[in-house]
C-alpha cells in the first residue's frame, strides 16, 4: 500500500515537473521566435481548455504555446478572482519575482526538493506576453504554492 502512495505521489510531481518544463521550453521558444518574426502578423489570442486539466495558451504575433497540464488547475482557476482584477503590469512584476524565486530553487537542489523544482523557467521582463499569459502564469504559481504547501515569495 505504501509503494502505491509512493508511486501516486511520485506520478503527480512528474506530471507537474512536465508541465512546468513544457511552460519554461515554449516561454523560451517564443522569445526566439518573436525576434524573427515580422510585425504585421496577426495578434489572435486563443484560451482553451482542451481536457479536464489542460490550459492552452496561443499568441499568433508572438509565435508561442503554452500548454499547462496540471489536474485540478482548470476547476481552481474558476474559483479565483475575475480576469480584469489585476491589471497587466502587477502580473508581470509578480511573475518576475515569481519566477525569480523558483529559478533560485532550481540552482539549490540540496536546499529544496528537485521534483518540485526541476528546471530553470525563461521569462524576460522586456517581452511583452500578453495579458492572458501573464493572468495564468501567476495563477499557475498560486496553485503550485496551494498544492505543493510551497511559499515562493516569503
Same mark, same amino acid.
Given at each position: 500500500?505504501?509503494?502505491?502512495?509512493?508511486?501516486?505521489?511520485?506520478?503527480?510531481?512528474?506530471?507537474?515537473?512536465?508541465?512546468?518544463?513544457?511552460?519554461?521550453?515554449?516561454?523560451?521558444?517564443?522569445? %526566439?521566435?518573436?525576434?524573427?518574426?515580422?510585425?504585421?502578423?496577426?495578434?489572435?489570442?486563443?484560451?482553451?481548455?482542451?481536457?479536464?486539466?489542460?490550459?492552452?495558451?496561443?499568441?499568433?504575433?508572438?509565435?508561442?504555446?503554452?500548454?499547462?497540464?496540471?489536474?485540478?488547475?482548470?476547476?481552481?482557476?474558476?474559483?479565483?478572482?475575475?480576469?480584469?482584477?489585476?491589471?497587466?503590469?502587477?502580473? #508581470?512584476?509578480?511573475?518576475?519575482?515569481?519566477?525569480? %524565486?523558483?529559478?533560485?530553487?532550481?540552482?539549490?537542489?540540496? %536546499?529544496?526538493?528537485?521534483?518540485?523544482?526541476?528546471?530553470?523557467?525563461?521569462?524576460?521582463?522586456?517581452?511583452?506576453?500578453?495579458? #492572458?499569459?501573464?493572468?495564468?502564469?501567476?495563477?499557475?504559481?498560486?496553485?503550485?504554492? %496551494?498544492?505543493?504547501?510551497?511559499?515562493?515569495?516569503?
Amino acid at each position: 500500500m505504501f509503494q502505491n502512495l509512493h508511486y501516486i505521489k511520485e506520478n503527480k510531481i512528474f506530471r507537474y515537473s512536465m508541465g512546468l518544463i513544457l511552460i519554461s521550453i515554449l516561454l523560451f521558444t517564443s522569445i %526566439q521566435c518573436s525576434s524573427t518574426r515580422n510585425q504585421t502578423s496577426s495578434t489572435s489570442k486563443e484560451v482553451s481548455q482542451e481536457k479536464s486539466d489542460t490550459i492552452t495558451i496561443k499568441n499568433d504575433s508572438l509565435d508561442y504555446e503554452i500548454k499547462i497540464y496540471e489536474p485540478g488547475f482548470w476547476s481552481w482557476l474558476q474559483g479565483q478572482r475575475p480576469r480584469d482584477y489585476h491589471n497587466q503590469n502587477y502580473l #508581470e512584476n509578480r511573475n518576475w519575482r515569481y519566477v525569480t %524565486q523558483y529559478n533560485i530553487r532550481v540552482n539549490n537542489a540540496y %536546499q529544496f526538493d528537485p521534483s518540485l523544482y526541476p528546471s530553470a523557467i525563461e521569462y524576460w521582463m522586456n517581452v511583452d506576453y500578453g495579458y #492572458e499569459v501573464n493572468y495564468l502564469l501567476y495563477h499557475f504559481f498560486r496553485f503550485f504554492e %496551494q498544492k505543493y504547501d510551497q511559499n515562493l515569495l516569503r
